[in-house]
């Protein structure tokens, strides 16, 4: 993340440390963690990924789970505003089939084992990939195309690879970060 670390450990527990102003570590409080901290007992932690100021993760039975900011409603949990956040771990959603999430500066985006592709989040720039400017404040689906296994999000923009390994790129184009020349 900008100032947060997140690590998931060989025996699936999930840790966290550093800035935690907007609770972006986890743990419960808004303290600056400054050595890395349990963040649940749960010891089935898959896959974890750290943005600005909020985190995400994904548990062995394939549910969704964010904590940090949502003032763009970038964890997906449908609200969004100033003091929006959770300090812990929480889930998002009930789908059981999320594979890779990755999220940005105030956005998310992720993919399902059905090779759909979701984003949520600010969209300023057009970084969920839905063709407009308009933030969203739940997953959802970019698109109609089942073959995305792996996604991206950058500050402002986001990229996606897809089955025949063919890369996609969307949001701001400022310092040609979508690669289009």
Do not use: C, K
């Amino acid at each position: 993340g900008s100032n947060h670390n997140v690590a998931v450990m060989t025996d699936g527990t999930l840790w966290a440390w550093g800035s935690n102003n907007e609770g972006q570590v986890g743990d419960g409080t808004q303290s600056t963690r400054p050595s890395p901290v349990q963040l649940s007992l749960a010891t089935d932690w898959a896959v974890v990924a750290a943005g600005d100021l909020h985190s995400m993760a994904i548990r062995a039975n394939g549910t969704l789970w964010g904590w940090g900011s949502s003032f763009y409603g970038q964890l997906g949990i449908g609200t969004s505003g100033l003091n929006v956040r959770s300090l812990d771990p929480a889930p998002v959603g009930s789908a059981t089939n999320w594979l890779t999430v990755a999220p940005g500066l105030a956005h998310t985006v992720a993919t399902r084992s059905d090779g759909t592709l979701w984003a949520w989040g600010r969209s300023d720039y057009g970084q969920l990939g839905m063709g407009n400017n308009a933030d969203l404040l739940v997953p959802t689906q970019v698109g109609i195309a089942s073959t995305w296994t792996v996604a991206a999000a950058g500050d402002s923009h986001s990229v996606g690879l897809r089955l025949n390994e063919s890369l996609f790129a969307w949001g701001r184009n400022l310092d040609g970060q979508v690669g289009d020349g």
